[in-house]
């Protein structure tokens, strides 16, 4: 599980995680090189991003990077940025942190999908995805860019499950 949070909130993430059964792994950053200015002038401008990392699964943590550091450069203003959502995040940042943390065919939850950046970069990668968004116009927003990235394959990717609607009850 990956939880982006300021930094002041990484602590309560860590015991939240850890209350709910979680195995809590590490705090990591997400550095925005292009982040905006702090306006009022009254403090330091917020330059990165926290990721709260917790492991929910048996066994050991998933995790393809070897030794490599958890800081991440991206910038927030992509090219392919939708700007449709106000906490958008950058396709190759989540594209990084899938497979980082997670395998090809494995299915990735997202239970604030918000515009689906993180469902776009499934389909990208070939893994399934479960989105979940309460805001209709944003559930909207995140259909559409998922049926976008399904119309744009990657021919060296193997594709993920067409997707389907499921009905809780």
Not at 22 to 48: H, I, T
Not at 90 to 101: I, N, V, Y
Request: hydrophobic content about 35%; glycine content about 10%; proline content about 8%.
């Amino acid at each position: 599980m990956l939880a982006f949070c300021q930094v002041e909130a990484v602590a309560l993430w860590r015991d939240a995680m850890e209350a709910s059964g979680l195995r809590y792994k590490r705090g990591m950053a997400w550095v925005k090189p292009d982040s905006s200015p702090q306006f009022n002038g009254q403090m330091p401008a917020q330059g990165y991003e926290c990721i709260a990392a917790a492991w929910c699964g048996r066994g050991r943590s998933s995790w393809n990077g070897g030794g490599k550091r958890g800081v991440f450069t991206h910038l927030t203003n992509q090219p392919d940025r939708d700007g449709r959502h106000p906490t958008e995040k950058p396709l190759p940042l989540m594209r990084e942190l899938l497979a980082l943390f997670s395998s090809a065919g494995q299915t990735v939850l997202d239970p604030f999908m918000g515009s689906a950046s993180t469902g776009v970069a499934c389909v990208q990668q070939g893994r399934p995805f479960i989105g979940i968004e309460l805001d209709e116009k944003y559930f909207e927003i995140a259909c559409d860019r998922i049926r976008k990235a399904y119309a744009q394959p990657d021919m060296f990717v193997e594709r993920p499950p067409e997707p389907r609607q499921e009905r809780l009850l």
